[in-house]
């Protein structure tokens, strides 16, 4: 199943009562707890591109573009704009959980400023590195990001992308 939750809240996360607290202030110490939790599992490079996502959006007369669905059902979209055979820019959009937008942010990242030869080499293994790594059950958004990516370079330079998408992901991940 894709997407599910990888930190789950506990059983006495809704009190009983709310008697002399404000609905707000419930929430917000709800969302606090979430969030704590969810950085006992998450890096901080991954916790920091959930709360911030770079380079969400559309680009308008794209260079390249790149839309693959994965295995999980989660649909990614990646834009380039190249110029003199280097990313200038790269955005993205995904229906997906917040993981996958966190991967696809970390793919359009680190496809700037390299040319698409260098680009075309990003994979799974990539993205995850330079997110220090991802929950078992998480990876493949990492997968759906890299081969998005060699999508969007694909339509720009065919000849750098062909046959070289994963298939699966590496042993010891999951799809």
């Not at 404000?22 to 979430?34: F, H, N, S, T, Y």
């Not at 003199?84 to 970390?106: Q, R």
Request: charge should be negative; include cysteine.
């Amino acid at each position: 199943m894709c997407c599910r939750p990888s930190v789950y809240l506990r059983a006495n996360a809704v009190p009983d009562e709310k008697i002399g607290r404000a609905e707000d202030d419930w929430v917000e110490g709800l969302q606090d707890r979430v969030i704590r939790d969810m950085e006992k599992v998450y890096s901080t490079r991954v916790m920091e591109l959930w709360k911030n996502p770079q380079n969400a959006g559309s680009l308008d007369y794209p260079d390249g573009y790149g839309q693959v669905t994965g295995p999980c059902g989660d649909t990614m979209q990646i834009w380039l704009r190249v110029r003199e055979d280097v990313v200038v820019e790269a955005t993205f959009w995904t229906d997906g959980c917040g993981t996958s937008v966190v991967c696809a942010s970390m793919a359009t990242i680190m496809a700037k400023d390299r040319t698409l030869e260098q680009a075309a080499r990003i994979d799974q293994q990539s993205v995850l590195d330079e997110l220090g790594g991802l929950p078992e059950e998480d990876r493949h958004c990492a997968l759906l990001a890299a081969n998005t990516l060699r999508e969007a370079i694909g339509c720009v330079r065919p000849e750098l992308t062909k046959n070289r998408a994963e298939r699966s992901a590496p042993p010891g991940t999951a799809t």
